[in-house]
């Protein structure tokens, strides 16, 4: 976050010799008393002052920021209704991905809206209650995305490496449990970020009039060694433990699959020889060929329906692990540029080339907080078919209380009179008394279907 905050007074400045010796204008106090954290003369402010005209980086920023949003907003929700609506998507595994596109929820609303104005301002606008709030849930959505995708990975991983114990594990009960410690420990990891992001007050310079420029970064500690502890520690928790978790688990689980896979050819050759023995063997016994060809039909469904099993739980790794690749490939980035930056290695990023390259990295955590619903629905067909399903039960919900409404309302408009003493049956079809209710609303409801 490096943004401006302009005031433009003229040349009410008091002399300033530089370090070449000439004269130049620079106020030692802004004119509504600010305290200045520091000063720098710069010829030029037009950059400083007009970022969207001058900043090369405002256009492609705004640009990415409106997109992820849209797109983050609308994906990420029909994520969380496609997967509560429909009660047979309800597993494990569907419960971590509804809290992955919360998080990414958190983030957009919490850090786009008021990274937008800044840039477009050319100054943080937010006060200091929100650069702190804005940094914290920016950690917050990191944090709680890798430590979902690391308890999707150690459930995959007992419920394929271990499935006897997937059985008492891997309930919806401890499942709620276990997102739930997940969010706690997201906010205690991102804490930090409350006490460490603070907005600094600079004075930009010339001979003319100045600029005070309002910035949120993590200024709210006094030594570089806490700056580059703080970054290390959003390196080691948001990136490196958690990485070498998932590279473990799954490791495994792609072990374990691929010698069932190896297991499952095998006794299909041997089904396919049994087969033909028995065939050879027991056709002139009608008694014994029919047992026989009942006993290979079950060991046929069986076998297809443990190949079913696997090839979906294929698919649903594969997903995973374009899930956390994406992430880590676009927070990872940023994340080391953080400690180049602390390091005093910031001098190989600035060439014309590097900015570009610097501006990819900062745009590349909103990226991903968009990507996660399309690659549901390219890669998944249970969430392709769960998506249907919400919406048509959302929409025949609707057509059925219109019509109910509709019912009721044709009932209170009836006229006693010209039904000649047969107001009470009809009233008695749509709306029945109290005592009635219960059944009579059930047979309503069950005819619709």
């Given at each position: 976050?490096?943004?401006?905050?302009?005031?433009?007074?003229?040349?009410?400045?008091?002399?300033?010799?530089?370090?070449?010796?000439?004269?130049?204008?620079?106020?030692?106090?802004?004119?509504?008393?600010?305290?200045?954290?520091?000063?720098?003369?710069?010829?030029?402010?037009?950059?400083?002052?007009?970022?969207?005209?001058?900043?090369?980086?405002?256009?492609?920023?705004?640009?990415?920021?409106?997109?992820?949003?849209?797109?983050?907003?609308?994906?990420?929700?029909?994520?969380?209704?496609?997967?509560?609506?429909?009660?047979?998507?309800?597993?494990?595994?569907?419960?971590?991905?509804?809290?992955?596109?919360?998080?990414?929820?958190?983030?957009?609303?919490?850090?786009?809206?008021?990274?937008?104005v800044?840039?477009?301002?050319?100054?943080?606008?937010?006060?200091?209650?929100?650069?702190?709030i804005?940094?914290?849930?920016?950690?917050?959505?990191?944090?709680?995305?890798?430590?979902?995708?690391t308890?999707?990975?150690?459930?995959r991983?007992?419920?394929?490496?271990?499935?006897?114990?997937?059985?008492?594990?891997?309930?919806?009960?401890?499942?709620?449990?276990?997102i739930?410690?997940?969010?706690?420990?997201?906010?205690?990891?991102?804490?930090?970020?409350?006490?460490?992001?603070?907005?600094?007050?600079?004075?930009?310079?010339?001979?003319?009039?100045?600029?005070?420029?309002?910035?949120?970064?993590?200024?709210?500690?006094?030594?570089?060694?806490?700056?580059?502890?703080?970054?290390?520690?959003?390196?080691?928790?948001?990136?490196?433990?958690?990485?070498?978790?998932?590279?473990?688990?799954?490791?495994?689980?792609?072990?374990?699959?691929?010698?069932?896979?190896?297991?499952?050819?095998?006794?299909?050759?041997?089904?396919?020889?049994?087969?033909?023995?028995?065939?050879?063997?027991?056709?002139?016994?009608?008694?014994?060929?029919?047992?026989?060809?009942?006993?290979?039909?079950?060991?046929?469904?069986?076998?297809?329906?443990?190949?079913?099993?696997?090839?979906?739980?294929?698919?649903?790794?594969?997903?995973?692990?374009?899930?956390?690749?994406?992430?880590?490939?676009?927070?990872?980035?940023?994340?080391?540029?953080?400690?180049?930056?602390?390091?005093?290695?910031?001098?190989?990023?600035?060439?014309?080339?590097?900015?570009?390259?610097?501006?990819?990295?900062?745009?590349?955590?909103?990226?991903?907080?968009?990507?996660?619903?399309i690659?549901?629905?390219?890669?998944?067909?249970?969430?392709?078919?769960?998506?249907?399903?919400?919406?048509?039960?959302?929409?025949?919900?609707r057509?059925?209380?219109?019509?109910?409404?509709?019912?009721?309302?044709?009932d209170?408009?009836?006229?006693?009179?010209?039904?000649?003493?047969?107001?009470?049956?009809?009233?008695?079809?749509?709306?029945?008394?109290?005592?009635?209710?219960?059944r009579?609303?059930?047979?309503?409801?069950?005819?619709?279907?």
């Open positions: 976050m490096n943004v401006p905050h302009s005031y433009n007074v003229g040349t009410s400045a008091k002399p300033y010799a530089s370090s070449n010796g000439t004269s130049q204008s620079v106020p030692m106090m802004p004119w509504d008393g600010t305290q200045l954290d520091f000063r720098h003369y710069m010829e030029d402010l037009e950059a400083v002052q007009s970022s969207w005209t001058e900043d090369r980086a405002f256009w492609p920023t705004s640009i990415t920021y409106g997109l992820a949003f849209l797109i983050g907003i609308i994906g990420n929700s029909l994520v969380v209704f496609a997967l509560m609506a429909n009660r047979k998507a309800r597993n494990v595994t569907s419960s971590f991905l509804v809290s992955l596109a919360i998080s990414d929820v958190i983030f957009l609303l919490l850090c786009v809206p008021y990274e937008t800044s840039k477009y301002a050319g100054f943080w606008s937010g006060g200091l209650a929100l650069c702190k804005s940094s914290f849930a920016e950690m917050l959505s990191a944090a709680a995305s890798i430590l979902n995708l308890a999707v990975s150690m459930e991983y007992i419920v394929i490496v271990h499935p006897l114990k997937a059985r008492s594990w891997c309930t919806m009960g401890n499942t709620k449990k276990l739930a410690g997940v969010w706690v420990v997201a906010i205690t990891l991102s804490s930090p970020t409350l006490y460490i992001m603070s907005t600094t007050v600079g004075m930009y310079y010339n001979s003319e009039t100045y600029v005070i420029k309002v910035t949120c970064s993590d200024c709210n500690v006094n030594s570089n060694g806490e700056r580059i502890l703080f970054t290390w520690y959003q390196l080691i928790i948001m990136f490196i433990l958690p990485m070498a978790v998932m590279v473990y688990c799954y490791a495994y689980v792609i072990h374990v699959l691929w010698a069932s896979t190896k297991d499952l050819a095998k006794m299909t050759h041997a089904e396919g020889s049994y087969e033909d023995d028995s065939r050879l063997e027991l056709t002139p016994q009608s008694g014994r060929h029919f047992r026989a060809s009942t006993k290979r039909a079950g060991i046929r469904s069986l076998r297809d329906h443990n190949s079913e099993i696997r090839e979906a739980r294929k698919q649903v790794i594969k997903m995973l692990l374009t899930i956390i690749g994406i992430f880590l490939f676009c927070w990872g980035p940023k994340l080391i540029l953080n400690i180049m930056k602390r390091h005093k290695l910031g001098y190989i990023l600035h060439k014309n080339v590097a900015f570009y390259i610097m501006l990819v990295i900062h745009l590349l955590p909103y990226i991903q907080s968009c990507v996660n619903p690659i549901y629905s390219i890669m998944s067909n249970n969430f392709q078919r769960s998506l249907r399903s919400a919406c048509h039960t959302y929409c025949h919900c057509s059925r209380c219109s019509r109910l409404m509709r019912r009721q309302s044709s209170y408009d009836m006229d006693p009179k010209s039904y000649n003493g047969n107001t009470y049956q009809t009233y008695l079809r749509y709306s029945p008394p109290v005592a009635n209710a219960g009579a609303s059930a047979s309503v409801l069950s005819t619709d279907y």
